[in-house]
């Protein structure tokens, strides 16, 4: 089966699957739209997407897979919009970091509507269009979460499209997958961000010695920093119930390995970096 | 000129340099100590160094080089316990992050020793002999700083022994040099270490999907949190007067973006994160 496809949202992620399932076979053409001027006819120029549509609801019309991929804040409001104009039978999935938000926009889409809530883990620090790539999801873990307008066929059909980009699936309901990537992910974009911000502050009297010296710490420390602010204003406003509390235990350990510096005191500072040294190979080997 | 070396821990930047100056043809031969059991045994099985000797003092004795690579913690004691050993004429270098420990120690040793501070830019995650590499300083950034015991000729032989290592030189005072790497450098390892340890508290409940999930952003994240928990500690506390402001800097950051993660405020989130994500790029470019 090759689908007629709507893309909503162009960029990276969106214009990555859209052209990994146009290169898997899955997606015979597609229309796209985007609220960002330009992005669409970017995505177009580079043949993610066949056309362009104006409006979200036209973008859809006569689609049989329709794929959100937008902040997840914008997501209800979009459920609403397209929903007048889904073709019967057409399979609707999102593809946000957060799940919580993709429930809430499924029950606003009309009774007999098919949506999936799906999640690639992949990386974010590129945007836009030009950075897609239709090898991005190739071996990567993909999270499909039922949502009220999911049966069994509509969860089926969304794995087997993510199956299409070389993505491996795994199923896990909406409040796990978000406890789970508070921790896994956006805690860790906190941290990303939190330090950009600081040095920013530090190093602007001398940015050009940082550059030069700046070494991989520094690099990688604050790598997911450049990653699209509106994506992330929506994952961390949608996930704040989760992440409150990690946000607080992540400043406790800052803090407490501050005072432990301040005051000198070299057993302190050893047990705790011993203790990061082991939870970090525990989570990710060594 | 090919020198007779003395390595003063035999670790993975230690045995590292050894190896490239071996490689380079800059030492003839070289022995080596380390404090750590079983270290300098695995340095020789692995060529790093010729041969092994039991005390800091016996291992300098005849040296024309003598590389401290030892925790900045224990630079003074050291150079209190060659001292007096010292063949005349002798370079001594050390490779520590932080030079304010180097300053100290090169008084503790005789009037008419040389001791010239150098740090070399290069990546620490990875510890131990068996993990050196004699292409570590290829095209890295090594600075060279002057101390009590360095005069112009000192200065110059050091510069060109890192040279024979690949590396390029920058000529650099002592607290410039720890203001600058504390920012560039040891805060972001302290946000490495407290993101680990505080997800190592969250994640313990369920590690294997944590392993599972775990992207791009845990990974590099926490990857300078694998660093060697003495060699950290001692620079913690050498450099914590440079290092102090910057983590409550870091704090007030976290702090204030949870605040506006905790109230939802999508705004004052966006304009965060612009600011980290510019941050970046001037600091190491997009």
Redesign the interface.
């Given at each position: 089966v090759s689908l007629k496809a709507a893309l909503i949202g162009t960029g990276y992620i969106g214009g990555s699957l859209a052209a990994a399932l146009k290169r898997g076979g899955a997606i015979a053409s597609s229309v796209g739209c985007d609220l960002r001027p330009g992005r669409a006819e970017a995505a177009r120029a580079r043949g993610l997407i066949d056309q362009v549509s104006s409006s979200a609801a036209s973008c859809v019309e006569g689609a049989e897979l329709v794929i959100l991929a937008v902040p997840v804040?914008a997501l209800s409001d979009l459920a609403r919009a397209i929903g007048p104009a889904l073709a019967p039978g057409a399979l609707v999935i999102d593809v946000g970091s957060v799940k919580a938000p993709s429930l809430v926009a499924a029950e606003h889409l009309p009774e007999g509507a098919r949506m999936v809530a799906t999640h690639p883990?992949?990386?974010?620090?590129h945007h836009g269009p030009d950075a897609a790539d239709p090898e991005l999801f190739v071996g990567r873990?993909c999270?499909i979460t039922p949502t009220a307008r999911s049966d069994q066929e509509s969860l089926d059909r969304a794995a087997a499209l993510w199956r299409a980009t070389g993505a491996e699936i795994?199923r896990i309901e909406a409040a796990a997958h978000d406890a789970?990537?508070a921790?896994?992910?956006h805690?860790?974009?906190?941290?990303?961000?939190?330090?950009?911000?600081?040095?920013?502050?530090?190093?602007a009297r001398?940015?050009e010695?940082?550059?030069?010296?700046?070494?991989?710490?520094?690099?990688?420390?604050?790598?997911?920093?450049?990653?699209d602010?509106?994506v992330?204003?929506?994952i961390?406003?949608a996930n704040?119930g989760p992440?409150?509390p990690?946000?607080?235990?992540?400043?406790?350990?800052?803090?407490a390995?501050?005072r432990a510096?301040?005051a000198?005191d070299?057993a302190a500072?050893?047990e705790?970096?011993?203790?990061?040294?082991?939870?970090?190979?525990?989570?990710?080997?060594?």
């Open positions: 804040g883990i992949a990386g974010h620090e873990l999270m795994e789970l990537l921790a896994t992910s805690l860790p974009h906190v941290a990303a961000f939190a330090l950009a911000a600081a040095l920013g502050e530090e190093l001398d940015e010695a940082a550059r030069r010296v700046a070494g991989g710490s520094l690099r990688d420390g604050t790598r997911v920093a450049g990653s602010a509106q992330w204003r929506d961390f406003v704040r992440l409150g990690l946000i607080s235990r992540l400043e406790a350990q800052i803090a390995l501050g510096i301040a000198g070299g500072i050893e705790l970096l011993d203790r990061a040294r082991l939870s970090r190979a525990r989570l990710i080997g060594s």
